[in-house]
């Protein structure tokens, strides 16, 4: 059964308390610039893809567990837009994230890559209230699949595609999240102490 | 044109079965089984149980995920990844590719096939429900096109014959209209969809939830399901299961045809038509293309039973055309090809469920909650705005990180990413499916214009859903928002995606069956009327839809014209 995506945002608390703090990468002002990565773009030029590596770890950076970047995500994401995106979205998504990216280096005097972290932190969270607001407004519209397609931020495609290449890595799907490729009979309802992690699969 | 380069004896079988999907498996089992030499033809590729290429895979095992370029989806499957959910990396060799099998449509049809040892039996959504005599009596009492010719009295026992077999998972709840079989322990609801269920029970009269019955074993028997396992809760079942947990063709019947020593399977075999006796009007045999070499062949034998799905057993008979039958085989009563039905569906509510945050599930379960239908069922539950109804199919679930899109107060960052690693709120679905009426001018014909890559003409739909469907369609939706809401959910959101004949994957009608040669094709046995050894089991016999998952439906039809066929060969009547 296909199940539309629920659109509602929810300013929900969810049950468990969060104790990670923020890392103090964070406030110590500059992180250090990412080398030059091994991996050469095929689908971004190298200056977008070096942005988008720093965006990538400013989104989901290591903590405890792997960062976004260690994991490959930013090649993944190359990938993914230039072979398995079609043309429409990959140009809305490339564009606005370019022009995005000019935005930011006209205003802060520098590409986004090499600003201190927190400033990335908080442009970062400024687009990404700013993409949800976006979607929220659209909702209750009467908007074909297409139209709602086209009018959603394109933000938020590239921050889905970013959180489905971690999270549906080997890496995390195995060793972070609560893998089991063979359960065997269902349980429907256990405490999820015995869990503990979203199943991987 | 079609000519024998070997002797007609080594051509000749007591039966010919067309198709080897959920139908034409049964027809196989059957029929070896009381002792006929069964040909099986089945156009596509032989798949043996087992040879599942991606039954285990994960999605890193691909490079792009599940993901499948945009340019082989527009080159090969721009019908078939209507769905949404076929054409991915680990599905998509189990789907016709739409170059290869084209077709037309005058309205949007989304015809979703698969051509192989097995056909869709490998990739169906295994609900199983019985009809019952509120569908069997359906057209009388509405007065609309023809009457069944059976009731349910002529099926149950066919039912209780088939569940045994494949193995129907389920739970008793004692509904006339939603007859209970011969179940295998249910599935276990998880901690939302038993609060919901509570709900309903405590605050709607005449509604019910229950799990989905569904073709898994839960309990293996090995004495009637032989070596087919316990189901694991993987979820991957439209790749083919390793375990055999779910009933296919591949798993269950065609094994057991097999081990009779009396089944042919014949791989490759595409039917082109029925190849008719002049003298006695009855079917000789039938018309092969080989799908790999091209080179024609023809087979001979005493029943022919059709089980090439829907379309493609009313294809058949449209394509066996001869002087006396210029329509095509069956068609004299000028209702082969209408009454094209699917169920309509997409259309439902869902929302959040606040509480149990402490609380989880283990395993995929292959299956979801089905509230039986409850509308139209007596003068109390009757509807001024519509007839027949809908039931409808959900499940609960925690939400996973996607949820981190747009749904989470936090934004990006170290906290942002470690929430992501724990469950989210709980959510729950239901989508409901609808009957829809069978109407003449819904239909099918062929199509000399366009070949498909075997060189034979294709076929045009033209069908849609009409005003009783689009006014079911609103109650469907707000009956699913109005039990949310008494259930306490949170953010309800009614939907309706809109709903194209095909979608369903349950496409029947064309061959109907009735009490009349003048208003139907089929009589009470699934017999051709004007060629009373040629049976049609699938899809296309059935006279309405009702509301239910169909296939189980097939089984029994089958199961119970087979065993008619070899007593009616042994009277020497066929």
Redesign the interface.
Same mark, same amino acid.
């Given at each position: 059964?296909?199940?539309?995506?629920?659109?509602?945002?929810?300013?929900?608390?969810?049950?468990?308390a969060?104790t990670?703090p923020?890392?103090s990468a964070?406030l110590s002002g500059c992180k250090a610039e990412p080398t030059a990565p091994d991996y050469v773009p095929v689908y971004f030029s190298e200056v977008t893809y070096q942005n988008l590596v720093a965006v990538v770890d400013?989104?989901?950076?290591a903590?405890?567990?792997p960062g976004?970047v260690e994991i490959g995500v930013p090649a993944?994401m190359d990938?993914?837009v230039g072979?398995?995106?079609?043309?429409e979205d990959r140009l809305k998504m490339m564009n606005g994230f370019e022009s995005w990216l000019t935005t930011v280096q006209n205003n802060a005097g520098n590409p986004y890559h090499a600003l201190p972290a927190e400033e990335q932190?908080k442009l970062?969270?400024a687009l990404?209230?700013e993409?949800?607001a976006t979607?929220?407004s659209l909702e209750g519209k009467i908007l074909s699949?297409d139209e709602m397609k086209a009018l959603q931020p394109w933000w938020?495609d590239m921050?889905?595609l970013a959180?489905?290449g971690?999270?549906?890595?080997?890496k995390i799907?195995t060793e972070?999240?609560a893998y089991?490729?063979?359960?065997?009979?269902?349980?429907?309802?256990?405490?999820?102490?015995?869990?503990g992690?979203?199943?991987s699969? | 044109m079609f000519f024998n380069s070997q002797g007609k004896a080594e051509v000749t079988y007591d039966a010919i079965v067309v198709g080897s999907g959920i139908s034409g498996g049964w027809a196989a089992k059957e029929l070896s089984e009381k002792g006929l030499k069964t040909l099986v033809l089945e156009r596509g590729r032989n798949v043996r149980h087992g040879e599942y290429p991606t039954a285990?895979n994960?999605?890193?095992d691909y490079?792009?995920?599940e993901?499948?370029?945009?340019e082989e989806i527009e080159e090969h499957y721009a019908k078939q990844n209507r769905?949404?959910?076929t054409i991915q990396q680990s599905r998509k060799h189990f789907f016709v590719k739409d170059s290869e099998h084209p077709y037309s449509e005058v309205k949007r049809f989304d015809w979703m096939r698969g051509y192989h040892a097995g056909g869709r039996s490998l990739m169906w959504g295994r609900q199983s429900y019985r009809l019952s005599d509120l569908d069997f009596t359906a057209n009388l009492r509405d007065g609309i096109a023809v009457d069944w010719p059976i009731r349910y009295a002529d099926l149950a026992p066919w039912y209780h014959y088939a569940e045994t077999f494949a193995g129907i998972s389920g739970q008793a709840e004692g509904l006339a209209h939603l007859p209970d079989g011969n179940f295998l322990p249910p599935?276990?609801?998880?901690?939302v969809?038993?609060e919901l269920k509570k709900s309903i029970a405590a605050n709607f009269d005449g509604r019910l939830l229950t799990i989905g019955r569904t073709a898994h074993l839960?309990e293996p028997n090995p004495a009637i399901h032989g070596t087919r396992g316990?189901?694991?809760?993987?979820n991957r079942c439209m790749r083919g299961c390793p375990f055999g947990a779910y009933f296919s063709s591949n798993a269950a019947t065609l094994p057991a045809a097999e081990a009779t020593g009396n089944m042919t399977l014949r791989p490759h075999s595409v039917v082109h038509s029925i190849i008719m006796d002049k003298d006695t009007g009855k079917a000789a045999g039938v018309r092969v293309i080989d799908g790999e070499t091209g080179e024609q062949h023809e087979f001979f034998a005493k029943i022919v039973f059709l089980c090439a799905s829907a379309l493609g057993s009313t294809f058949i008979l449209m394509n066996t055309q001869t002087e006396d039958m210029p329509d095509g085989l069956g068609s004299s009563s000028g209702q082969l090809g209408r009454n094209l039905m699917d169920h309509h569906f997409k259309v439902g509510a869902?929302g959040?469920y606040?509480g149990f945050?402490?609380?989880?599930?283990?395993?995929?379960?292959p299956n979801?909650f089905y509230i039986p239908r409850f509308r139209n069922l007596d003068d109390a539950s009757k509807r001024s705005d519509y007839i027949r109804g809908f039931g409808y199919?959900?499940?609960a679930s925690?939400e996973?990180?996607?949820r981190?899109? %747009?749904?989470m =107060?936090m934004?990006?960052?170290?906290?942002?990413?470690?929430?992501?690693?724990?469950?989210?709120?709980w959510?729950l679905?239901m989508?409901g499916f609808g009957e829809c009426l069978p109407y003449e001018d819904n239909r099918v014909y062929i199509n000399h214009d366009v070949k498909d890559i075997h060189g034979l003409p294709t076929l045009t739909m033209d069908a849609e859903f009409k005003d009783n469907e689009m006014a079911m369609r609103k109650d469907m939706a707000a009956s699913a928002a109005e039990m949310l809401e008494a259930a306490g959910f %949170?953010?309800i =959101?009614m939907?309706d995606?809109g709903s194209y004949p095909g979608l369903g994957i349950h496409e029947m009608g064309t061959a109907r069956m009735g009490r009349d040669p003048k208003t139907s094709v089929l009589n009470k046995w699934n017999q051709v009327w004007d060629a009373p050894n040629v049976f049609v089991t699938d899809g296309a016999a059935m006279t309405s839809a009702g509301c239910q998952n169909p296939s189980l439906t097939y089984m029994a039809l089958t199961a119970r014209a087979a065993d008619y066929a070899v007593n009616e060969l042994k009277k020497m009547n066929l």
């Open positions: 059964m296909d199940r539309r995506a629920i659109l509602k945002y929810t300013a929900y608390v969810t049950g468990y969060i990670a923020l890392t964070f400013t989104m989901l950076p903590t405890s567990t976004a993944f990938l993914v072979k398995y995106t079609e043309e932190l970062l969270n990404d209230q993409a949800i979607a929220e699949e938020l921050k889905a959180i489905n971690y999270f549906a890595s080997e799907g972070v999240l089991d490729p063979v359960p065997g009979p269902y349980q429907g309802c256990i405490p999820l102490s015995n869990v992690k979203t199943w699969l | 285990g994960d999605p890193w490079e792009g995920g993901r499948v370029p945009p769905t949404g959910y599935m276990e609801l998880n901690c969809e038993k839960t316990k189901c694991q809760s993987r869902q959040r606040d945050e402490d609380m989880y599930y283990k395993g995929r379960r979801g199919q959900g499940a925690r996973n990180w996607m981190g899109v %747009k749904e =107060e934004t990006v960052g170290a906290d942002f990413k470690d929430a992501l690693i724990q469950p989210g709120p959510q679905g989508n %949170k953010d =959101e939907y995606e």
